[in-house]
């Protein structure tokens, strides 16, 4: 798009810019390349103004001061972006309704008005594919699952026999769910036998799956993830977790079996919750922590093992100060020795 | 089901419920659903019967108390409730010998008698795949790779060119067996040179290897997982690592190139072994815990660095007294600079 | 190869052996198994000779000890054993030229030059793969996303649209370039709504990315891999994170959105990183190091929260002494009690 056409497009007023140049992309001041355009909102970012390599930058109309690139002045930088990166993005993908001739659909599968099913997927027999839902290619469908409407499974997910997705459930590439939960019996001589996850994976509506994450089957009944739950990538959740409404996990969070999670709970990258453990509604668990016992509801905590975050931030201070305390004990007890007093 | 069936079925005796009540599945107290039968063994749970959703619940012959739901009194609870599981589960999936017609199987790969190669698998020259193995949709097979008897590989499972997998290996979707090892030299430009990984994977008898895990293929020689060995999801085995017989290991563990762990060790969820130590036969390596160095046969280590678990709790205890222990330090500076003495 | 053949081979000198003995492979000392042959260049190894279980070991020409297996003198046994594990290495895979007939390539496709693509990969509209670069089964690539000259993708690759791959990119199976960004904003009701994820990734030239990594596309414009990047298996790198050139990061690492990565960094396994940090050139990040805030050049930090690893270290070693500290604070204070003085 032409300098010009996206000042047209945001309402925008034209500053020490050239209306014919060539704009490409968006990005942040700090990320921009030339050819694109940035915006700065907030004037903590003033300072990345003069470095931004953006060939033109959104800023308010009473935006006071110098920059060395096109300015276009707006009411509100931060929605023009956001309009301006929509009409640079290439268009959206549709996937028209039809199944690919190398997809191999069980006669037994039943799939709804409307699916797109991409090459190479496979629907097991007694499976149901819902209204309009998409599965990009090699797909796989197993046995007797049920995928609800308006779902779009990205390339190499697998949902495994008997599981359940509710409608508007995204997953992107190479997610697994409902893949055998890890429990064994011990025998005597060492070895392990496999105790058969006979249940299933019960995903609510609205629920975005990330990529590589891995939901096993429960041993009985079902794993269940609830409405609105936003899972990012390499996430691993066991057998038997229950999952609230609206709960985010950033990337490779790791839950173990049988704990349950309450609603609007927030999980930190990488943190791992222990085996039948509860936590309680809103939640937070920082980054990393390592969740050993029950949260209660709207508590906050991190570490290893997890506390109160309020407490585990004193035991880090009191931690750094440890080299001080210790020369001041040994003070303590030179003075002591030598009888001296500080007099 | 019927709950009267189910009566019948573990011999039990209906007390406060309707013989003609239809029960879909079953589930622990706490998650299971109307239509559901659950089971209340251990005493410790007697207030998650108040509170259960359960249609039913199987309870000892002699256990006394109230319920607003069906009680089934039987000898062994527990036991019942696991042949009743089995029989309201869907029956288990069985893998019909043969070979589908969009697989791709080169003329130079070996196929046993009674494999079931499932649709858009790829077979490639010199591999083989032994007796009554099963590989579902999509799984890849490299050059020369070997496949035991009565294997079975979930969708989307890679083993790459050489490796090796003995009888009755089970791998969940999207595993990878024998990725390149990370490995490359210095140059002095600041850019790296990769150092071929000319070894393979060797996976003994008997293992069990979960969703989107990835074990690299050896330098030289083989990374080798032992027989018995059961591998939870998203967890990474790097190259030359050695794992002795019955070792576990939790889901998104990592192990660093060249480790030896030995047999019948437990390694808990998210842990990270540092490269080249060594982990002694029955040692258990707590949850994120992160070992720096070697381990004894039969210790408990944990933490980070990774410590004997005693000795890690001791300091996390002295830790939370640190507020304390300071108060103590200033008043015994603050009585010295007095002079005052406490009696 | 006859024991002979690699004595030849080498120029070696073969004591205490039978030259027509088989030897089907290399090992370390310790990870050799009979009929292999191994290697002894660090004295620091030397006691590692008498447990072997190799068939033949490789010494320098001046070594002076005994061993119960086959000895082959050389000049430089390091080299002489990669020599020879070349040799015994299978024949490296070649990948000729074609187009699998069961692949699906969109005729909007352009796949340039001396392809080679495997079966059942499916290439996309507006997608462009380059000269020489081989795709193997099961691969996806997005619409419009361009992969370059001489790159290699192994099984169930995922490269979604738009994204562009530089020249000499290797990617390991089940890898996913271009999923989703993690973003969402919060509604009234606690549900979560979804911020469209407009932009790609940008891949340089000779990068290697590990089995199963993630790494998203940027909410605007790209996330970005510098050239000669090297990303060990299981990987997340979220929207709109920066790396600069030749950055190696250790299995399992994950960093979290928008952070800024310089160039010849080294991240440790299972290192996690806050978003919107920066990381210096040239920094190192420990081993399931927990980094909070940005790192200066050339500093190495660890722990959680990650501080520069000197200082780390200390508070450690201080931690390790606090049960001692705490009783010397006991002494302390008995002694004011009882008013006693050492002297």
Request: proline share 5%; hydrophobic share 40%; with cysteine.
């Amino acid at each position: 798009m032409k300098l010009g056409e996206i000042v047209a497009l945001c309402g925008g007023v034209l500053e020490g810019g050239d209306s014919s140049l060539d704009i490409y992309g968006v990005g942040s001041l700090a990320e921009a390349q030339p050819g694109e355009i940035s915006f700065l909102s907030n004037p903590r970012y003033n300072h990345q103004l003069s470095d931004t390599l953006a060939s033109a930058v959104l800023v308010k109309k009473d935006w006071d001061g110098a920059s060395h690139c096109a300015l276009v002045r707006v009411d509100d930088p931060n929605r023009a972006f956001a309009d301006i990166a929509v009409a640079l993005s290439p268009p959206a993908l549709t996937y028209p309704p039809g199944i690919h001739p190398s997809a191999v659909i069980d006669p037994d599968a039943v799939l709804d008005d409307d699916v797109c099913v991409g090459p190479h997927c496979v629907v097991e027999a007694g499976a149901r594919v819902g209204k309009r839902s998409v599965l990009l290619a090699g797909c796989y469908v197993g046995h007797g699952a049920r995928i609800g409407d308006d779902c779009r499974l990205h390339a190499h997910v697998s949902v495994r026999a008997y599981c359940v997705l509710g409608d508007r459930v995204w997953i992107h590439d190479g997610a697994v769910i409902g893949s055998d939960g890890f429990g064994y019996s011990p025998r005597k001589d060492g070895s392990w036998e496999k105790i058969p996850q006979l249940g299933t994976v019960t995903v609510g509506d609205d629920v975005e799956i990330g990529a590589n994450v891995t939901i096993d089957r429960a041993r009985f009944g079902s794993t269940r993830i609830g409405d609105g739950v936003k899972i990012d990538n390499l996430v691993q959740v066991a057998h038997n977790v229950q999952v609230g409404h609206h709960t985010v996990m950033a990337a490779q969070v790791g839950i173990s079996g049988s704990t349950r999670i309450g609603s609007g709970v927030q999980l930190g990258g990488q943190a791992g919750l222990a085996g039948h453990v509860q936590i309680g509604d809103g939640a937070v668990v920082g980054a990393q922590a390592g969740v050993t016992k029950s949260v209660s509801p709207r508590t906050f905590v991190s570490g290893y093992p997890a506390m109160e975050h309020k407490r585990a931030m004193l035991l880090q201070a009191h931690l750094g100060k440890l080299p001080d305390l210790r020369k001041r004990v040994q003070a303590l007890e030179s003075q002591h020795r030598s009888g001296e007093s500080p007099a």
